[in-house]
């Protein structure tokens, strides 16, 4: 017969350890949003964004995940920062004006070009049925794919390459939102516009550009509307040696 013996005591502190780490992560996500919903208050609201569901987004995506680890701190502050490879994640507040200049409602499928982070298209996946979004850096493109899986974005299609076509295997597009500053605007990404449609664009020769919305009309013309000065990296071309 077996013998019994007194049930093992099993140490404890592993669990307390794991629930210790829980409880922190839980409480620091509470003080993202508190952060985040200052943002909101502070930078966007205060500067006239009025769409409720681009400000609801505004205040629901983690920005602090789209930025290096040592950046973090500044995640939620009002200005660009650097994600790596000369490129910027923009101020929240033209985010959010990009984001309503789109006009961006729930059935809408939307194009980006210039994916850096992905935290725009974040936004954008949380307004819109499916975002299609082209980075020129395969380094950016590949940290971005994996971020938006990560964060369970399953409504962004990424791709890696030259954004100036744009892509015709997924077009017509209810908005196109280009995030990179172009001294032209590309014919392809116009044409690949719905009727009623948007091009967000920023547009100006060296370092300053003029935010443009261009919308399509039904007969394919053009309505112009400047929403003031912006600074954005360039719009660069496959080719020009500066896309890897
Ligand atoms: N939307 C990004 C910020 C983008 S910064 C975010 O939310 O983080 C602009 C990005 O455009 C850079 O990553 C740059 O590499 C990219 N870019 C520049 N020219 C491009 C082109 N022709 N096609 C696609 N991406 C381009």
């Known amino acids: 017969m077996l013998r019994n013996s007194a049930p093992r005591r099993l140490p404890l502190w592993p669990v307390a350890a794991v629930?210790?780490?829980?409880a922190a992560c839980v409480a620091q996500d509470a003080d993202w949003a508190k952060l985040r919903a200052r943002m909101v208050d502070e930078q966007i609201k205060?500067?006239?964004?009025?769409d409720?569901?681009?400000l609801q987004a505004m205040?629901?995506?983690?920005?602090?995940e789209f930025v290096p680890e040592k950046e973090r701190a500044d995640a939620y502050r009002d200005g660009a920062l650097p994600i790596g490879h000369g490129q910027t994640i923009s101020q929240p507040y033209?985010?959010?004006?990009?984001?309503?200049?789109a006009r961006p409602k729930p059935e809408h499928r939307v194009l980006e070009i210039g994916t850096g982070s992905g935290y725009q298209a974040a936004v954008l996946a949380e307004l819109v049925k499916e975002v299609y979004t082209i980075e020129l850096v395969p380094a950016l493109a590949d940290e971005a794919k994996e971020r938006l899986k990560r964060l369970g974005y399953k409504n962004v299609h990424t791709k890696t390459g030259d954004g100036y076509k744009g892509w015709p295997d997924a077009a017509p597009f209810d908005a196109v939102v280009v995030t990179c500053?172009?001294?032209?605007?590309?014919?392809p990404l116009f044409e690949q516009l719905k009727p009623g449609g948007v091009?967000?664009?920023p547009v100006g020769k060296s370092g300053e550009q003029s935010l443009l919305a261009i919308t399509k009309d039904a007969k394919g013309g053009k309505t112009t509307r400047d929403l003031g000065p912006v600074r954005f990296v360039p719009f660069r071309r496959a080719g020009d040696g500066k896309g890897k």
């Open 52 to 54: 409720e569901r681009v």
């Open 19 to 22: 629930l210790v780490a829980a």
């Open 181 to 187: 500053g172009a001294d032209h605007v590309p014919d």
């Open 59 to 64: 205040a629901k995506v983690p920005r602090h």
């Open 199 to 201: 091009l967000v664009i």
């Open 46 to 50: 205060a500067r006239g964004i009025k």
């Open 94 to 101: 033209i985010v959010a004006l990009m984001t309503e200049a």
